[in-house]
């Protein structure tokens, strides 16, 4: 008896990319130069997150001969984006094949109070999070990986540090918490008490966490490797940038080897005078511009 | 350096992929298990494990980074090597279809994703002779299969009539993940050829 779509095969893939870069790509010749850099899985999308921006509108799930086209064009895993709460583009991406899907603020949001029932899927399923709280409610969700949400799009890496950082907390916080407190903190988490246990118990969340958003330079991405981060998303940091190639290997040797300065310094020094892309001061964003705060 | 038969350490690559998983693993069944990043951390273990991962980015690493010859010299000198998954890939002699490098250390051609992309990726009971009667619990993931199996190979688990689960010498690889099973069987009869490979290195 063979059983597919189990939290253990779900959650198994994102083990196995730990330590790597997954890649916002736009068309096969990006998807193979992510894979020609080393990335360790795609994410097939129209725009990235800076074109989005850019573009203003309603932001959807990415045409089907073009999410096609990128997982003919490599054999690493591709994974694609659904608006927060769009079950149906889910399930289309289930039919598809892609090996991930993510649930992301990055598209306009379908529903503005439910996310997508994850545990119905046998496609496993990445969500954003800006904090502990969150990242549980995905997981009761039946996310298989959590990401912080960072502020997809702006190159600037000071929301993806504050999420981090608000995660990794929470988590030192429950881990010395005495069990008379963990029913009022999961009340305060706004999360299941039984993953709050869980969480008190191993001093991990129990699925992979990966950090997104404004991930621009192999510094960015050593830094956020240090503070805890399992593995990249790098979305317009790579294609934005003057020299995407290098770029891209550059964010997947600092990914590497992030304890290890001189192989950081390496990958900078590599980049030779090509600039990343142009950034955006976070506060200037009004409140409609902000990605990070739909769906919670 | 010789190997000390009863105080083995045990290497997990660290490049990429589900290091943590089998650090833990080995912990657990009581071997010294380190994480090795470079030439430098290789001499200071008796064994290696090239984990789960994705074997495209693992191979691009080990050039990249100069560990491919270090770990190639070592594995032909009788270092025991196991390869969990993308570790069975990139220790194949050569992969079916695509054009990928590999270290040729075991003589298999290897298919990947060939159980499928990940909704097929599924957990299954395997029998499996050398662990005794009690069916494994085998975890497969975007798995690769064994198409071919050299000389001198052998083939210690089938799924559905393709090969999973092979040896060659001091060389064992897996295309699925006992490291997330919570079953320490493989892991022991790997340790079991590391203390095998000592008592003969010492006996030489």
Not at chain 1, 35 to 45: K, S, Y
Request: net charge negative.
């Amino acid at each position: 008896m063979e059983s597919t779509g189990t939290i253990v095969v779900k959650r198994g893939l994102a083990q196995m990319l730990k330590g790597g870069v997954i890649m916002d790509v736009v068309t096969p010749d990006h998807a193979a130069i992510a894979q020609e850099a080393g990335a360790v899985a795609v994410m097939a999308l129209e725009r990235i997150p800076a074109d989005i921006r850019a573009a203003g509108g309603v932001a959807r799930m990415s045409g089907i001969d073009l999410i096609r086209g990128i997982m003919d064009a490599v054999t690493i895993p591709v994974m694609a984006k659904v608006r927060i709460g769009h079950f149906a583009e889910a399930q289309v991406l289930q039919q598809l094949g892609v090996d991930y899907i993510d649930e992301s603020e990055v598209l306009t949001p379908a529903d503005d109070r439910y996310h997508v029932d994850k545990h119905a899927f046998k496609t496993p399923f990445v969500c954003g999070a800006r904090d502990l709280g969150e990242a549980l409610r995905r997981i009761a969700e039946g996310a298989a990986m959590i990401r912080s949400k960072g502020e997809a799009g702006s190159g600037n890496i000071v929301e993806a540090v504050r999420h981090m950082r608000a995660i990794g907390d929470a988590i030192r916080d429950l881990s010395v918490a005495p069990k008379e407190e963990l029913v009022a903190r999961a009340r305060e988490l706004g999360a299941p008490l039984e993953l709050v246990r869980e969480v008190a118990a191993n001093g991990r969340l129990p699925v992979v966490l990966f950090c997104a958003g404004g991930v621009a330079t192999p510094a960015d991405a050593a830094l956020m490797m240090q503070l805890g981060a399992e593995g990249i998303f790098v979305g317009s940091g790579i294609f934005k940038s003057k020299d995407p190639k290098r770029f891209a290997r550059a964010i997947v040797d600092a990914t590497t080897h992030f304890s290890e300065p001189s192989v950081v310094l390496e990958a900078c020094r590599s980049l030779g005078m090509s600039e990343a892309m142009p950034g955006l001061d976070v506060r200037q964003l009004s409140e409609a511009e902000l990605m990070a705060p739909r769906g919670n | 350096m010789g190997i000390n038969p009863s105080t083995p350490r045990v290497g997990i690559l660290a490049l990429q992929g589900d290091v943590v998983e089998h650090l833990a693993a080995m912990r657990s069944a009581e071997v010294e298990a380190v994480e090795v990043k470079n030439s430098r951390d290789l001499t200071g273990v008796d064994a290696l494990v090239i984990p789960g991962g994705e074997s495209t980015t693992v191979m691009k690493l080990l050039n990249r980074f100069s560990l491919d010859r270090p770990i190639v010299a070592r594995v032909r000198a009788g270092m025991p090597l196991w390869g969990t998954c993308m570790g069975m890939i990139v220790a194949a002699r050569e992969v079916a279809d695509v054009a990928q490098p590999t270290l040729n250390l075991i003589d298999v051609t290897v298919r990947r994703n060939a159980f499928g992309r990940q909704n097929e990726s599924a957990e299954m009971d395997l029998s499996i002779a050398v662990l005794g009667e009690a069916p494994f619990p085998a975890i497969f993931i975007r798995a690769p299969w064994i198409e071919r199996c050299g000389p001198g190979v052998e083939l210690l688990a089938q799924r559905d009539g393709h090969g999973v689960m092979v040896r060659q010498n001091n060389v064992l690889a897996t295309s699925f993940h006992p490291e997330l099973a919570g079953d320490l069987r493989v892991h022991r009869y790997f340790l079991d050829m590391l203390v095998k490979q000592g008592k003969k290195t010492a006996a030489a």
